[in-house]
């Protein structure tokens, strides 16, 4: 295995309208689902007190996704597609093009389903992506950031990977890795942060639908995901990571209060074009579980 290094530097997304709203907290009877959620069985209707359920089946394709979302595009394209879908005939296509710098193709949430009354929120969502990058590339499947409380600036929580992971001579996959970033330190306010826990060899999967889940745990500084309903728990975050670019390794990775998220694929580095589907997207106060 190559030797672990941190994420170069990623860019401010502009965090100048951030939503306020609450919700309720996970109902009582579900305080034991909440610990794990690979042990969640999926709802018959997974919709049921979710604060986003996303099937993409209401637009014609070609659509940009609206609604609840905004999207974010730079050197990229989103909208709604008919070549793959993990459920019914539709699901959102996002590619970016080959080339340097940031290459960006996300589909954004905030209010009414964000932020959360406690700070703490499930995602899940179906993907497919068509081949990873081979090189050392940044890049970002899920992010979900907003003010640090008592401060003057952001921080992200993020999903994604960075580093190729080889046998002997072949390339097995871009390793999954968790990222701290105070994006508003390239414009002076906040420290400088851009923080890494890089996965114990597991890498994102290509060329199948997948299901990636995750919890942000504001109150506690926490980070959570399962990879087809399994814990990856070299990539679970309590307080502080492996390392960071501008700090040192003890550096806390205090999280913001969740305002907006974005799902679907951004990078930092000169890469190829990249093809990303999303389908069955879902947020929640509660775990949510993989579809059958």
Same mark, same amino acid.
């Given at each position: =295995?190559?030797?672990?290094?941190?994420?170069?530097?990623?860019?401010?997304?502009?965090?100048?309208?951030?939503?306020?709203?609450?919700?309720?907290?996970?109902?009582?009877?579900?305080?034991?689902?909440?610990?794990?959620?690979?042990?969640?069985?999926?709802?018959?209707?997974?919709?049921?007190?979710?604060? /986003?359920?996303?099937?993409?089946?209401?637009?014609?394709?070609?659509?940009?996704?609206?609604?609840?979302?905004?999207?974010?595009?730079?050197?990229?394209?989103?909208? $709604?597609?008919?070549?793959?879908?993990?459920?019914?005939?539709?699901?959102?296509?996002?590619?970016?093009?080959?080339?340097?710098?940031?290459?960006?193709?996300?589909?954004?949430?905030?209010?009414?389903?964000?932020?959360?009354?406690?700070?703490?929120?499930?995602?899940? /969502?179906?993907?497919?992506?068509?081949?990873?990058?081979?090189?050392?590339?940044?890049?970002?499947? $899920?992010?979900?950031?907003?003010? $640090?409380?008592?401060?003057?600036?952001?921080? /992200?929580?993020?999903?994604?990977?960075?580093?190729?992971?080889?046998?002997?001579?072949?390339?097995?996959?871009?390793?999954? =890795?968790?990222?701290?970033?105070?994006?508003?330190?390239?414009?002076?306010?906040?420290?400088?942060?851009?923080?890494?826990?890089?996965?114990?060899?597991?890498?994102?999967?290509?060329?199948?639908?997948?299901?990636?889940?995750?919890?942000?745990?504001?109150?506690?500084?926490?980070?959570?995901?399962?990879?087809?309903?399994?814990?990856?728990?070299?990539?679970?975050?309590?307080?502080?990571?492996?390392?960071? &670019?501008?700090?040192?390794?003890?550096?806390?990775?205090?999280?913001?209060?969740?305002?907006?998220l974005d799902v679907?694929?951004?990078?930092?580095?000169?890469?190829?074009a990249r093809t990303?589907?999303?389908?069955? &997207?879902?947020?929640?106060?509660?775990?949510?579980?993989?579809?059958?």
């Amino acid at each position: =295995m190559m030797q672990r290094s941190g994420p170069s530097r990623s860019p401010h997304f502009g965090f100048d309208t951030w939503p306020a709203r609450g919700r309720l907290a996970c109902a009582a009877l579900l305080v034991a689902a909440c610990s794990d959620p690979a042990r969640v069985t999926p709802r018959v209707n997974e919709c049921v007190d979710a604060l /986003l359920c996303e099937d993409f089946e209401s637009y014609a394709v070609g659509d940009t996704p609206s609604g609840s979302w905004s999207t974010r595009q730079k050197s990229g394209a989103v909208s $709604v597609d008919s070549k793959r879908a993990r459920s019914g005939s539709r699901a959102a296509k996002l590619s970016t093009e080959a080339g340097s710098a940031t290459k960006t193709a996300m589909l954004r949430v905030g209010a009414p389903a964000l932020p959360t009354a406690d700070n703490v929120f499930y995602g899940r /969502l179906m993907f497919y992506l068509e081949a990873a990058p081979t090189a050392s590339v940044h890049w970002t499947l $899920v992010q979900a950031g907003g003010l $640090v409380p008592g401060q003057d600036y952001h921080a /992200l929580y993020r999903y994604g990977g960075q580093l190729p992971i080889t046998s002997g001579q072949d390339f097995v996959g871009s390793q999954w =890795m968790a990222n701290y970033e105070t994006p508003d330190s390239y414009q002076g306010t906040g420290p400088s942060s851009d923080c890494w826990s890089h996965a114990n060899g597991h890498v994102v999967p290509v060329a199948k639908w997948s299901c990636f889940e995750w919890e942000f745990d504001g109150p506690n500084n926490q980070m959570r995901a399962w990879l087809d309903g399994t814990a990856l728990d070299d990539l679970s975050v309590s307080n502080t990571g492996q390392g960071c &670019v501008h700090q040192g390794s003890d550096f806390p990775w205090t999280a913001p209060n969740f305002e907006q998220l974005d799902v679907g694929w951004e990078s930092y580095q000169a890469d190829d074009a990249r093809t990303l589907y999303l389908d069955d &997207v879902v947020v929640a106060s509660h775990p949510i579980g993989c579809p059958h």
